[in-house]
């Protein structure tokens, strides 16, 4: 918390300001909610009453709660070589909205240094840009519980419309690849369940217009799991279109997606060799 509170005073002035035009979801106004915020956050109350008005310090940890991105960052990147999670709040970026159906999707490119936001289909000029703030193929219940749990609202978004047949079916598909999604984690690698849950899991993905990262993992989890047959050649084929979904979601110049490309590349040529009978 304390971080927060110095990091918020380096800003720039106009930084300030737009930080403190930032959504705050968290909003303590008596002892007991702040003793419950405190907790969450991890601060020692004593310290920060030393630093300045209480509730001037929830202010601003409640608008980074509300606000942050996650940030994975590898292993060489920082002094000490070492791999960290840290967060951080991005003036735009933070102003994106949530769908269940997003059309675009946000990563951290630690190459660049940057959050990027990759459209995910097409989006037309003027339409709004939205990102899932949580798992989108979880169920409605677990979304809603989500979003009002952090962000304290609740989600209108066509799949989270229950009057509707559009909403309900996508409920019950979301529903369906999560239990395919749970029966891919505990399958073996290599096995034939593996291979017929993963495509199972890319349909319904495919199905709820949910390209980006999450189909992204699945096609990566099958190309796994044909490797492990010895069916090479669709596992290559399947890399693919992972490396396809890679570029949509990091873009060309990260490298999340270069550094695959190059062992892509280098399979493509040793299976091209193993054709010609050259290798």
């Known amino acids: 918390m304390t971080d927060i509170y110095h990091s918020f005073h380096a800003l720039q002035p106009h930084a300030q300001a737009q930080y403190l035009e930032l959504a705050c979801t968290v909003h303590p106004t008596t002892l007991a909610e702040y003793r419950q915020f405190k907790e969450k956050v991890s601060i020692d109350v004593k310290q920060t009453q030393q630093l300045t008005h209480v ?12 606000n942050f991105y996650g940030l994975d960052c590898s292993g060489g990147e920082g002094i000490d070589g070492n791999r960290r999670k ?35 289909e097409d989006i037309a000029a003027g339409e709004e ?30 799949a989270c419309d229950s009057t509707t047949v559009f909403g309900q079916m996508s409920d019950r598909s979301r529903g369906e690849a999560d239990q395919l999604g749970r029966i891919l984690m505990a399958s073996k690698v290599g096995t034939e369940g593996l291979v017929r849950s993963t495509m199972g899991v890319l349909q319904l993905i495919q199905e709820e217009c949910l390209g980006g990262i999450w189909e992204t993992h699945a096609r990566a989890a099958l190309t796994q799991a044909l490797a492990h047959q010895g069916r090479m050649v669709e596992a290559v ?21 270069l550094e695959p490309k190059e062992k892509v590349d280098q399979i493509r040529r040793i299976l091209a060799g193993s054709r010609d009978g050259t290798a």
């Not at 509730?55 to 509300?66: E, P, S, W």
């Not at 909205?97 to 990759?118: D, F, G, K, R, Y």
Request: net charge negative.
């Open 86 to 120: 840290a967060a951080g709040v991005f003036f735009e970026a933070s102003r994106i909205n949530h769908s269940c159906i997003p059309n675009a999707t946000s990563q951290w490119e630690p190459s660049l240094q940057s959050l990027t936001v990759h459209a995910i």
């Open 55 to 66: 509730a001037d310090v929830v202010k601003l940890c409640g608008i980074f709660d509300t």
């Open 129 to 158: 840009i939205t990102i899932s703030y949580v798992e989108a193929l979880r169920k409605r219940e677990e979304r809603q519980q989500s979003l009002k749990g952090r962000y304290n609202f609740d989600c209108d978004c066509p």
């Open 237 to 257: 084929a399947e890399l693919m279109k992972v490396m396809q979904c890679t570029r949509v979601c990091c873009g060309e110049d990260g490298r999340v997606y």
